[in-house]
């Protein structure tokens, strides 16, 4: 391990999964999460989630988003997305600002449970983050006390 990855030694890494990868989760362009620039609890999140490469839907995703701009993905399930839109959001919040920074909109409550699921498990090292998850049929006041 080199003394850049020093970070890592600290870290529960996952058990390497050892299935066979098909193409589209397997990296194409062979870079690495830490070539994103990212911030190093952002890094350790996805150390610890056991992400080694960006799959291809990531590949093309966070390099975009994380320049600010639109993104409009679609892929297999299992393929990252979640983390395609979840990382580069994570890397823009300053936990510093006391306000909400991001809303993350999905189509169902299993999605926005998943999401939320991700979210925290991505951002774990993130100091200060907090993730809330609200859905429609649960009572708006319960949703405004948690804010």
Not at 117 to 134: D, N, Y
Request: net charge neutral; aromatic share 4%; no cysteine.
């Amino acid at each position: 391990m080199s003394s850049e990855d020093d970070w890592k030694k600290n870290l529960l890494a996952p058990k390497k999964d050892t299935r066979k990868k098909t193409e589209d989760v397997e990296s194409r362009r062979n870079v690495t999460f830490e070539e994103y620039g990212l911030r190093r609890e952002l890094q350790m999140g996805i150390f610890e989630k056991g992400f080694e490469r960006p799959s291809p839907v990531q590949e093309e995703a966070i390099p975009v988003a994380l320049q600010g701009k639109d993104v409009l993905a679609r892929a297999k399930n299992g393929t990252g997305k979640t983390a395609s839109f979840v990382i580069p959001v994570l890397e823009k919040v300053d936990t510093r600002e006391p306000h909400i920074q991001a809303l993350l909109m999905v189509p169902t409550r299993e999605l926005a449970l998943q999401t939320a699921q991700v979210t925290k498990e991505l951002g774990k090292h993130i100091s200060g983050l907090e993730v809330m998850v609200t859905t429609g049929g649960t009572t708006l006041r319960d949703d405004i006390l948690r804010l």
